[in-house]
């Protein structure tokens, strides 16, 4: 008599949802598509570098040149100055992105990353103001944003206080601090050296945009190529199951928010070079747009899904909007309306390319 | 108007129904007759729950109709269909958690006077439908501190309350004790006795052979045949649902039983474990049998370490030992299938790849970097060995039917190479042919050293599969058979 085991009848894997090729092309590749689509306008509707009448686009496109009696006559968005300008503001908010990522990942959020900038770019520049030395000022600021990450990864996971509270308490006690800590005033007096991080090059490339290639690669090899990564991605899809797997659910979800930490201070060090100062209000508001590019960038609000490269595209997306409507004159007023229009299309759009899952 | 009392309530013709890349239904037909319970089986993407789905305006056939009381009728969405009287009682229950049950049976419809709720009526109305039922049902209570049981009762009297003709219960006895599934079975009978249509889509044959008036079986989308339930038998249904005559359910081999690898000695936990002792000895099959809430999935969970114990002494081959959490036991040589592959198995995110290794990345790494390649090779094996169906390794496990995903749950054990295997409720929800593969597999792995701790609320599997069963009630062992001495009667006499 037959017994049951070998031959069973075909049990079909159930095939997911119906998702056509052109939901998933936009699932994939909405934001990139947004993230072109605002540089070509900016490029053509943007400034030029002659007067536009004397450069008139239909005639420089079928001449195949740029060259117009002798004049560069080219857009001001696409030029090379602009663009490496453009990369070079974004690197800064890109790098705090990068970290926050880590943290969403997990199911969690960090608002404390803007006040952990604005808390460590001042130290940094009272160390420089002091004459600490190169070595503690780069240090330091380090020290004390990896230090509250894991004030608020203890918080998480040994008080069970939700991340949004915890580092909502950040949020505001580092505001706080930062202001008594200066008095409300801008801290000068930065050396040279120090000044290189935000001003420098490694060739022809600003050291900012090279430090945010470095933590780009650094956090992609993290995500995809170790144990840690892999944890944190299970952890946001399935925390009691990764658990029960033996992830250490505890240590990974406290060591994201210190690397959520460090980053934002790494972003401080940039930025406090780049300004020469400290200032008391600078990194105000980032951990908003630190959460719009990744957000933008795909990555899931509950958890589990999300690439660095979509965060680098969200980063770049927020920095081109900024920097396009800079440079056509639209009045700072207008510029947040714009951008969150921006920001809830981009993430519409998402979700229509997602389709409606089941 | 009058109708004929021998056409029936509901009558589908050729229902069709494809999703990209399958037809989940071809050309069904199906008739519902006013006070009758026909059972709808078949195996897990046959297209019963597709069919059901159609006829409760959830999904919308490409081609067929729909008569109900001879009208055609074309149910546009879930809402529409309850208007007509065709309520479906999904396996997940819908209702408010933090409402009370006359509210939740009233959600949106409670009665009113002078726009306020009209809360003595409303519970006078909520008593009344729970007397059509013949339960005693606390209409005040709040719906989140009743059992699965209740909730479900709730459901129904929602149902009801709405009027419905046709009820469609999907596997409604899943999360159900014996005794709740008694209760549901005499609700039921009621029902039929109001002249309400039940269509029963479940898995276990048994219930079937107690309530349904009529079987029809799906196969791969197709229609198998109608039966009076009088002419079906249960290897002729399950020949039906899987194309051929099943002979041996469970294929238990005859081991040699050597020492003891895990001891238990008076595990306690305040209030749900008292006092647990038992060995499990090297290739065993130790069944856990024991009604819902006896403890049993909370003791190994304490024994896995994801639960916390009071007191008690663990020994894993000979040598007392501390688990404190997951990493501890699996490193102490355990895996623990859970009950819930959903909440508890699987990362339903991520892919197939992904799933079978969580357990032992250690394995698959070195300095905390992954090698990839040596993680495709370990998943790419335990994929041929488990015989799981999956277009790729990169597949989402989130697309994979119910018995590969619990193939994908126990390949992600297999990986971490266990001594000893805690199987909590493992073919749950699976299929006839998949939980012949699980059981197979459960049989290969004690031969081949494996000692499996098995928890199952099915007598069939327990007494089918294991080598020796132990009994739980209420935080307590309260029986020990061998395979020999054991039987459904003297389990239960236990267990109840």
């Known amino acids: 008599m037959s017994v049951v085991a070998e031959p069973v009848g075909e049990v079909r894997a159930r095939p997911a949802v119906s998702r056509g090729l052109g939901n998933r092309f936009l699932q994939r590749y909405g934001t990139l598509l947004i993230l072109l689509a605002l540089c070509l306008v900016f490029t053509i509707i943007g400034p030029w570098r002659t007067a536009r009448e004397a450069c008139n686009l239909w005639e420089q496109v079928t001449a195949f040149t740029l060259v117009k009696n002798g004049q560069v006559c080219g857009p001001v968005f696409a030029s090379q100055v602009n663009i490496l300008n453009l990369v070079r503001q974004v690197s800064v908010i890109g790098i705090v992105a990068l970290g926050e990522m880590l943290v969403i990942l997990t199911g969690g959020i960090d608002l404390g990353v803007g006040s952990i900038v604005g808390f460590t770019g001042v130290v940094a520049a009272a160390l420089q103001r002091d004459n600490a030395g190169l070595l503690p000022t780069l240090l330091v600021p380090l020290l004390l944003g990896g230090t509250t990450g894991l004030v608020v990864g203890i918080l998480v996971t040994k008080g069970n206080i939700p991340s949004f509270v915890a580092t909502l308490g950040v949020l505001a006690g580092l505001q706080g601090a930062t202001l008594v800590f200066t008095n409300a005033q801008p801290i000068t007096g930065l050396k040279e050296d120090f000044r290189t991080i935000g001003t420098g090059y490694l060739g022809a490339i600003p050291l900012p945009i090279v430090i945010y290639a470095a933590a780009i690669l650094a956090t992609g090899l993290l995500l995809g190529r170790t144990t840690f990564g892999r944890g944190i991605y299970a952890i946001g899809g399935n925390e009691s199951a990764a658990r029960l797997s033996g992830i250490r659910v505890d240590l990974f979800k406290t060591l994201v928010f210190v690397i959520s930490g460090l980053g934002a201070a790494l972003g401080a060090l940039i930025l406090t070079a780049r300004l020469n100062s400290g200032q008391p209000n600078s990194g105000q508001g980032y951990e908003l747009d630190a959460i719009a590019s990744v957000v933008i960038g795909g990555t899931s609000l509950s958890g589990g899904r999300g690439t660095v490269l979509g965060t680098l595209a969200g980063a770049l997306l927020i920095g081109v909007l900024s920097n396009g409507l800079v440079l056509m004159n639209v009045s700072p007023y207008y510029q947040p309306i714009i951008k969150g229009a921006i920001i809830v299309g981009a993430v519409l759009l998402d979700q229509v390319g997602r389709g409606r899952r089941t | 108007m009058h109708t004929d009392a021998r056409r029936p309530l509901v009558e589908m013709r050729g229902m069709s129904k494809a999703f990209p890349g399958v037809q989940a239904l071809q050309s069904v037909d199906l008739d519902l ?93 909520a008593e009344a439908l729970a007397a059509r039922l013949g339960i005693e049902l606390d209409v005040r ?356």
């Open chain 2, 33 to 125: 007759h006013a006070g009758e319970v026909h059972a709808v089986v078949g195996e897990n993407g046959a297209g019963k729950s597709t069919l059901m789905k159609i006829l409760a305006g959830v999904n919308h056939a490409d081609a067929g109709s729909v008569r109900l009381q001879s009208r055609p009728i074309q149910n546009a969405n879930p809402r529409q269909a309850l208007e007509r009287g065709v309520t479906m009682i999904h396996q997940e229950l819908n209702l408010a958690p933090n409402l009370s049950v006359a509210e939740n049976v009233f959600l949106g419809r409670a009665p009113t006077r002078g726009g306020l709720i009209d809360w003595s009526r409303l519970y006078a109305d």
């Open chain 2, 141 to 496: 209570a709040r719906v989140e501190d009743l059992s699965v049981a209740r909730q479900q009762t709730v459901e129904i009297a929602k149902a009801l309350s709405l009027d419905a003709r046709v009820i469609i219960m999907d596997e409604p006895t899943s999360a159900l004790t014996e005794r709740e599934t008694e209760a549901l079975f005499d609700i039921i009978a009621r029902l039929k006795g109001q002249g309400v249509a039940i269509a029963y889509i479940s898995h276990r044959l048994d219930e079937i052979f107690r309530v349904a008036d009529r079987v029809t079986v799906l196969r791969d989308g197709r229609l198998v045949g109608t039966l009076p339930i009088g002419e079906a038998t249960p290897p002729r249904l399950i020949g039906m649902m899987v194309g051929r005559e099943l002979t041996t359910l469970f294929p238990k081999e005859a081991v040699e039983i050597g020492q003891p690898v895990l001891e238990v000695r008076h595990l306690r936990r305040t209030g749900v474990l008292d006092d647990i002792s038992f060995v499990l000895r090297h290739r065993e099959i130790l069944g856990l049998a024991g009604l819902v809430g006896a403890g049993r999935t909370e003791l190994v969970r304490g024994l896995f370490g994801a639960d916390p114990l009071n007191a008690g002494e663990i020994l894993i081959q000979g040598r007392p030992v501390h688990i404190r959490s997951p990493r501890d036991a699996i490193s102490l040589g355990l895996g623990f299938v859970t009950e819930d592959r959903k909440l508890q198995g699987l990362v339903l995110g991520m892919t197939v790849r992904e799933n079978e290794t969580l357990a032992s990345l250690a394995q698959i790494s070195r300095a905390g970097l992954l090698d990839t390649n040596r993680e495709t090779t370990l998943a790419a094996r335990l994929v041929e060995q488990l015989g799981v169906r999956t277009p790729s390794l990169e597949q989402e496990v989130a697309n994979l039917s119910g018995g590969n995903q619990q193939k994908v749950v126990i390949a992600k054990w297999l990986a971490t190479q266990p001594r000893i295997l805690i199987l909590d409720e493992p073919t749950r929800g699976i299929d006839v042919g998949a939980k012949a593969e699980v059981h197979a597999l459960m049989s290969r792995l004690a031969h081949d050293g494996v000692s499996i701790l098995m928890i199952s609320s099915e007598l069939p599997e327990i007494l089918g599969m294991s080598d020796r069963i132990l009994v739980m009630r209420q935080g307590r062992v309260t029986g020990e058979f061998t395979r020999e001495q054991a039987s459904q009667e003297a389990i239960m006499a236990c267990a109840a």
